[in-house]
């Protein structure tokens, strides 16, 4: 049977949150869609699954661009308007700090972040706002340019702090604020959801990351992730978009250099004016383009040009106590013998141990997380791809097993209690679940690092250069905003308009 119709407006490989997003903005528009999701449900990571009876959350610990009812941030905005009604929870704290001499546990709002900064290390509030308020003024701007690009000079009269700061390091402008090592430490931890060190992060990314996190925030769907990805499923079959699951896309076809449709694995032959796709550019340019000819040499030194950022490892544990009993008593713990990000980036090559864990309680973001007398505490590690590509097949559930053990031995050691007496389920995600669930490249999580030579200034530069084959367009991790839920909307809302701008402009 053929369920598929004659033609459609855009075909969008991965029904994910990027996926969903790029169809619901079409839907919007009054486009023809159709999504093709390999799995039997929509989402990708931003999932859930059952173990011994308990709903499981797979990925999120915490979700960017929410925002306050009263103050809601671009996805906020976007899933309101478009009606899809998400109970989001406040995550209670930014997160707490565990570092050798230092136990701090910090508040998102920049004063209070910046007041409790102070409390642990005395004499910094005036610095520490400053360079909060720098954050905040950096993050509003790269929002507004987002939407609305300028000129130069227009640029340097309204952005000046934005221009003044875009070409340097975030350890460059950090030590222009001169604070002291411990107050340099309780401000970091959140690097790690972006993935480079300081050396050679671009101050841009960290000032979105503590101007979105700290100024506005973050948020969780009260029945986990999958409640989003799910509900925007629901709208958009609504709103008259086709989802068809089970369908794997192999080949997205092109016609003289443009998109025309794609092929399934069960050898559907489906035609569109556009395609969006979640996949890896890497993945598209080696393996899903037919003709293979039709993919230019560019595209290939693009992908081999980019680095590829970092994976996750992951072990998630039911406790058979609630969460004080266990000496856990905070919603996100940043755990590591040092706060250097640099050496911790060049620790995340290997296969462990691992000094800079992140851990997650979910039962204080929400109380009704796992049934009463029980808890959820997540332990992970987000490694760079390198180490994993190099398993093999015969080593893989020792090694699994190995990392697994250390992290559980190291948070065991810290609360004073040995969590392996207390499990009730146990579950090990590895990059090379990642990759086989979403086909991930080399289950990278965060797209491409966000590096001095490569960042998203410069990427917002070569944009239109990349653009290698016609009415194709990429939505995902590996695209401007980058990696993480909040940013998967984002993207695939801009991969979205892109084609809107594109049909608007071939109608002219
Ligand atoms: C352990 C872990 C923790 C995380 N924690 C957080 C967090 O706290 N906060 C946060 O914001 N982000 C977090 N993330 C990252 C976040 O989950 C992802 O960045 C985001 O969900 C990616 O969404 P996506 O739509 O780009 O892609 P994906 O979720 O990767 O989805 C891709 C989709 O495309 C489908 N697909 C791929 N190829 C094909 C094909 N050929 N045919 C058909 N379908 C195809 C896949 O099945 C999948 O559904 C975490 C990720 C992990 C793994």
Redesign the pocket.
Known sequence: MNFYKDHYDVIV?????????AALQLADKGKDVLV????NL?????TSFVRGGIEIE???????YIGAKDNRQKVGVFFDQLGIDIDWLRVPEAYHASLPGLEVTLHPGMEQFSREVDAAVPGTYEKVKRLMDLCATVYDSVNELSIHPMSKPQMLLKHAAFVKTAGYSTKEVLDTFDLPQKALDLIAPYWI?VGSGFSDLPFTIYAVLMGEYIGNGSYIPRKF?HEMSLKMAEKAEEMGVQIEYR????KILVKDGQACGVR?ARGDEISADYVI???YPN?VYTS?IEPAEAVPAGAIKMVNGRRISL??F?VILILDKPAEELNIKDYSIFRGTTMDTDKIYDELKGLGPYSYLTC?CHNYGNPDATPEGTCSFSI?VLPRVDGWKTVTADEYDRVKHQVAKQLIDDMSAYFGVNLLDHVLEIVI?TPMT?AH????WNGC???YAHTMEDHIVARLQTEEEEKFIGHLEF???HQISG??????VV??RKAAKNVLDTMAKEAQ
């Open positions: 490989v991965g029904g994910a949150l990027a996926g969903l997003s093709l999701e390999r799995h929509p989402g990708g990571v931003a797979a990925a999120l610990h915490e979700m960017m959801y992730s369908q794997h896309v192999d399934t796709c979640s996949a993945k899903m994976t996750a992951s997650i992970t995600e990642v669930y979403t086909g991930m999580i965060y797209g939505s995902g991790a990696d993480g839920m909040g940013p998967a993207n695939g």
